[in-house]
């Protein structure tokens, strides 16, 4: 039943009711059809008989009838010029959309970009550390766009039609990240099991068991209470509105949108990787809460051939250093691979150890990650979220390293003699 009236939502929308008058004719339409039944209302008062009646008087009314309701049409409804919003969508919950954009809430702002397939939240910091999320298309079940095309620069063909259909610019905004996190928990987006968990799991942030999002007797999945989320943005400069129903409850919010800043992505030449690892998110959670204790202040990632393939060290601490090793193995890590660039078989990078456990958020909730480093030094990190309904959603963060003095230098070029005898990149699937 529900499948279907949705099917007719979706072929309704796409063939639109187109009165016989076109709005803009309505007024011009409506005022003479009032003109000339004031005038034949007119002429039958001047002259009342069983002969003009049907002549004068039925054409009168029928002309002040219809002219009458042409200018209400006209006026009443088409007088604002109301244009379809350049973005509106309707999700059935709003839990994964909040927590997607939990796990890159390490700034005040955040970047939105709206596009043709979903829209895309990205938040820097220091243009150092970098964390993008994807609102795809299919979390949604309703999305819509109004783009505006960019202006023509020489005349229509075929092809440059094509082309500039290709070439819709998305649109841009910022919005306050606190206030649309807090707007998206309004109704239901962490239901009590998942308050708790955060609330008991506060003093311990580095915890993988956090995945306790089973509805108590009170929640609103178990009660039977359906909850829609319908987002719209109408034109450029106003604010991004959010509407929130729930058993019955609709609340209604306005974001403040901002001038955005365009910020570039940090360079990150996928073409060039010196690494490429794949394992369970969880593993490198739990290294994490291996090194927290320390207190440190740098993370030194190493990768090489030899084992451990995967190192990860922690320095400049209260408490000492610490290293967590990985083994290369189907049990840890999935996939593994690194560059040999003549005698160095080695990526080895220092970051901020606060950056990468901004981060932890969104290993709580993804089941694997990606790690990739660049020749330049740059670190990838590309989790692969889980949505309800066998979904998949994408979490991107890039950290730039520590700039490389002339002793890390030569300790590299001493350390460059690890590799195996194979040689090339080994691959473990």
């Not at 008058?21 to 005038?39: A, E, R, T």
């Not at 895309?120 to 999305?143: C, E, I, P």
Request: proline share 6%.
């Amino acid at each position: 039943m529900d499948s279907s009236l949705h099917e007719v939502w979706q072929a309704a929308s796409g063939s639109p009711f187109i009165p016989t008058v076109g709005k803009d004719s309505q007024f011009l339409v409506g005022f003479v059809l009032l003109v000339l039944g004031f005038g034949l209302s007119g002429a039958f008062a001047l002259n009342r008989s069983l002969v003009t009646l049907p002549a004068l008087a039925v054409p009168a009314s029928l002309a002040l009838a219809v002219g009458v309701v042409y200018m209400f049409c006209a006026v009443g409804v088409y007088s604002s010029g109301v244009q379809p919003p350049i973005f509106r969508a309707i999700a059935s919950s709003t839990r994964p959309l909040y927590q997607l954009l939990k796990a890159i809430h390490f700034t005040n702002k955040v970047h939105v970009e709206i596009t043709e397939n979903g829209i895309r939240f990205s938040t820097d910091h220091a243009r150092v550390m970098q964390g993008v999320a994807q609102w795809n298309k299919n979390l949604f079940t309703t999305y819509s766009t109004n783009l505006p095309l960019p202006p023509p620069s020489s005349p229509s063909s075929s092809s440059s039609s094509s082309s500039s259909e290709k070439d819709i610019q998305p649109i841009t905004f910022q919005l306050s990240l606190p206030a649309l996190l807090e707007t998206l928990q309004i109704f239901g987006a962490a239901d009590a099991a998942a308050r708790q968990a955060k609330a008991d799991n506060s003093s311990d942030p580095y915890r993988s068991n956090l995945r306790n999002y089973r509805p108590d007797a009170f929640s609103a999945q178990t009660l039977g209470m359906s909850g829609t989320c319908i987002l719209s943005y109408t034109s450029e400069g106003d604010p991004f509105s959010i509407i929130l129903e729930e058993g019955g409850v609709s609340t209604t919010c306005n974001l403040t949108t901002y001038v955005p800043e365009i910020p570039e992505d940090i360079p990150f030449d996928i073409e060039d990787l010196g690494f490429k690892i794949i394992t369970q998110a969880r593993w490198l959670l739990d290294a994490l809460a291996e090194l927290a204790p320390a207190f440190p202040e740098k993370l030194t990632i190493s990768v090489t051939k030899k084992e451990p393939h995967l190192k990860l060290q922690s320095s400049g601490g209260a408490l000492g250093s610490s290293t967590v090793d990985f083994a290369k193995g189907r049990d840890l890590l999935e996939t593994f691979s690194v560059r040999d660039s003549g005698r160095r078989q080695k990526w080895c990078q220092t970051f901020k150890f606060d950056m990468v456990k901004s981060a932890s958020e969104a290993m709580k909730i993804a089941s694997k990650v990606s790690l990739r480093g660049d020749t330049q030094g740059v670190l990838s990190m590309q989790f692969m979220v889980e949505i309800e309904g066998e979904k998949l959603s994408f979490l991107d963060f890039r950290f730039v390293p520590y700039a490389h003095s002339e002793d890390d230098e030569e300790d590299e070029e001493e350390e460059g003699d690890w590799g195996g005898e194979n040689g090339g990149m080994e691959v473990d699937d």
